[in-house]
């Protein structure tokens, strides 16, 4: 069977997943939908509710590093998976602490016990600390790009996008030149193309 992927275009979770779905050059049925009116088909084959979900014929993959694994072990032309020391690490701070800073700048109303500046605070000093590994080699684990870039790019991306003059006015010409290049990369523009929202069969 192809592969159903359920996804939304934004979900910077989604969009790790399709850009090592698209290095693998594994094709999937793409089924975009709403995260406010979520599918049944869906929610039955992951309840959890949250995209990406992989139906695949061994099963569902809900996880999106999951997702990037499951991908990359079938097909990883670019290397991805060869391991760099740190790259661990710098999943864990993207996922834990700075995904957390990043939301309670992006959705102030959704944590009103949180202060908005302290949290841009708080994820500037992470990207500060990424801008100074960027000034020792193009990508974040060594001279070429691996999972841990396409892992931490979109939520780098999410982030400048909430105030992009401010982003592009702090010093960090490496993180910007390396986010613009990812932003400019064909793989991007074919991860975002835009697809239909999906629509659940009609019965009878």
Sequence with gaps: MTPILWSFRRCPFAMRARLALDVAEISVEHREILLRDKPAAMLAASPKGTV?????QG???????DVMHWALRRNDPGGWLDH?????????????????????????????ESDPVQARQAAATHLAGLNDRLGQHASLCGPRDTLVD???????????????PWFDAQPW?????????????????????????YEAPQSG
């Design 52 to 56: 990406p979900v992989l139906e695949t």
């Design 59 to 65: 099963g569902v993959i809900d996880e999106s590093l």
């Design 84 to 112: 760099a020391p740190g790259e661990a690490a710098l999943i864990a701070a993207n996922d834990g602490p700075f995904k957390q800073a990043l939301d309670r700048t992006k959705y102030p109303n959704r944590f009103p």
């Design 150 to 164: 396409a892992a931490l790019f979109p939520f780098i991306r999410q982030f400048a996008m909430i105030d992009r």
């Design 173 to 197: 010409p490496h993180l910007q030149a390396w986010l613009n290049r990812h932003l400019e990369s064909a793989r991007f523009a074919r991860i975002m193309v835009k697809h239909p929202l």
